[in-house]
């Protein structure tokens, strides 16, 4: 009984390895939202509104994208896991297509984005920049703070 507990929740573990292999997209959305929070300071023409919108309508599409695909991959791994002897290769194939999927929703979004920041103006782009400086040194000093909470010395700085 103890083995097939232990298979079990090896399998469990493993599945929601590949689960969370498949969803994840390389942090973008962190990004987006930096900017979007200064929005106002960039004083868009009317051509930039436009490029926005639709680089926010595919941000969101990509986002929809990952939560969907992360939802079938979970319900498939549930109904696999239910099995006498799930086929975890099979998942890691579903995975590894969810992962593709994800990708290339994130980069389609990410080159509307990147395409928008062309059209910036110098000034456009100093406050893009300074909103996304701070953004990184609040997430360096969150993780900081806590690898200090798990008693981790801090990362040397160079």
Request: charge should be positive; hydrophobic fraction near 45%; aromatic fraction near 6%.
């Amino acid at each position: 009984m103890r083995s097939l507990f232990r298979a079990s929740l090896f399998a469990a573990l493993f599945g929601m390895g590949i689960l969370g292999y498949a969803t994840t997209a390389p942090a973008m959305g962190s990004s987006l939202w930096q900017v979007a929070k200064v929005k106002d300071q960039l004083n868009l023409n009317t051509s930039q509104q436009m490029q926005w919108n639709n680089a926010l309508a595919l941000a969101k599409t990509a986002h929809e994208t990952a939560r969907a695909n992360f939802s079938q991959l979970q319900t498939a791994m549930q109904a696999e896991l239910a099995k006498p002897e799930p086929d975890l290769a099979s998942m890691a194939t579903a995975g590894d297509a969810a992962r593709l999927q994800n990708e290339a929703a994130h980069k389609t979004a990410r080159d509307a984005w990147l395409a928008l920041y062309a059209t910036f103006s110098p000034e456009q782009k100093t406050v893009v920049a300074g909103a996304l400086k701070a953004s990184m040194e609040r997430e360096q000093q969150r993780q900081q703070s806590h690898r200090m909470n798990r008693g981790t010395p801090p990362a040397s700085a160079n």
